[in-house]
């Protein structure tokens, strides 16, 4: 229960261990094909969607590199630990990060965008989250894209990495020019494979940025994904399990996914308020995560571990300035009403232990609530 890696369904793991075919091979680029169309389905574009060998941060590293030249100003929203990394690869290549800091569990106004876009000019892109994992905060991605649309001269670049397959991003309608993912959160696979969707007008500014790149090089990527190939060795057995996993994704629908998880994400979120506990990001929640206050005199991290330790559920702690402070459930992904169920009942046992008075099944019994209805 944790917001990444998350837990792999058997049908996938059991597709992954097939004989590994050759990544030239005719088979392979059909496999390739299709899963393209697939993550077009889930990223709801017609874009390219490149798909690189790495985690998430590579492609958040491309989507700096390729776009970028050293000396571009650039604006970075941050709201915790991810945010901050959006400033730091801008930073690591000589690119202006101009931050809009935002207090750890808050979101941003889309009028701070605006803002900011008015009063500096040559602004080349737009660096948020769709939640700060860190914090379980939301953003407003669809208003900050018709703010960002109005600037020709401007990318906007969300990182989706633990959003994408939670809930309604839509990548074209919103006009998100690079939407950024991984694929071991919400899209159910080990590490491994980031994802970038790259638009048109992103693809014109990839035309004059002249940072260094050479890896994670999109354009290189684009050519070679034209011809169904990666442009080096593709992961193949993950791509194997990302075909498998798209066509459930198809199957059931992105609605009734994004409604699933909601519905997850309720009834963790009643459950924990239920035991007096306080949401970390209380005004604009993710679906994916519920990050909670540890109640005072607790630590967050023992939460962690009495869970992890005594009752066999791995959840998350907090990060950084949040470390102690906060604990988090995930509820993305291959994940199921009773998993939130066992997840409340080993928070309770575990907060028991550690001498918080809680009246046993209350957390439970609200999530239950939540689901008979
Ligand atoms: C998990 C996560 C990342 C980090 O990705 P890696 O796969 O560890 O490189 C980046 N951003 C967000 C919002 C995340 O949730």
């Known amino acids: 229960m944790t917001p990444g890696p998350t837990p792999v369904a058997p049908e996938t793991l059991l597709a992954m261990a097939e004989p590994i075919i050759h990544h030239r091979s005719p088979q392979f680029s059909a496999i390739l094909a299709e899963v393209e169309e697939g993550l077009k389905f889930v990223f709801q574009t017609k874009n390219d969607v490149l798909i690189l060998v790495a985690s998430g941060t590579g492609a958040m590293e491309g989507a700096v590199t390729n776009f970028l030249s050293a000396g571009d100003k650039a604006l970075v929203v941050r709201g915790g630990k991810f945010g901050e990394r959006w400033g730091a690869i801008c930073e690591a290549y000589g690119v202006k990060a101009l931050a809009l800091d935002v207090e750890w569990g808050k979101s941003i106004r889309p009028e701070v ?23 379980g905060a939301k953003y407003p991605v669809e208003a900050i894209g018709n703010i960002v649309h109005q600037y020709p001269e401007t990318i906007f670049v969300v990182d989706a990495i633990s959003a994408l ?51 994670f090089d999109f354009a290189k990527e684009r050519k070679s994904l034209a011809k169904n190939s990666g442009a080096y060795t593709s992961a193949v057995s993950l791509i194997v399990g990302l075909q498998q ?66 009752y066999g559920v791995t959840i998350a702690g907090g990060q ?22 066992v997840a409340l009942s080993a928070l309770e046992l575990g907060l028991k232990d550690l001498g918080y008075a809680i009246e046993l099944g209350a957390g439970v019994k609200a999530a239950e609530e939540v689901f008979s209805q």
């Open 113 to 135: 965008i605006e803002t900011a876009l008015k009063n500096e000019k040559g602004i080349k892109a737009v660096y948020i989250q769709a939640h700060e994992t860190s914090t």
């Open 165 to 215: 397959g939670v809930y309604d991003l839509k990548t074209d309608d919103w006009h998100v020019d690079i939407m950024v993912s991984g694929s071991q959160k919400a899209l159910m696979l080990p590490p491994g494979l980031a994802f970038a969707s790259v638009s048109d007008k992103a693809w014109g500014l990839q035309k004059v940025a002249t940072l260094p790149r050479y890896y």
């Open 320 to 341: 950084d300035q949040a470390k102690g402070k906060i604990f988090r459930i995930s509820h993305m992904g291959y994940v199921n009403e009773f998993d939130v169920i």
């Open 245 to 310: 996993v798209l066509k459930q994704i198809k199957a059931m629908g992105l609605e009734a996914i994004f409604a699933r998880n909601k519905r997850l994400s309720e009834a963790t979120k009643a459950g924990v308020k239920a035991l007096g506990l306080k949401l970390y990001a209380e005004e604009s929640p993710s679906e994916a995560l519920t990050a909670i206050l540890a109640p005072a005199g607790i630590n967050g991290q023992d939460v962690v571990k009495v869970m992890r330790e005594k």
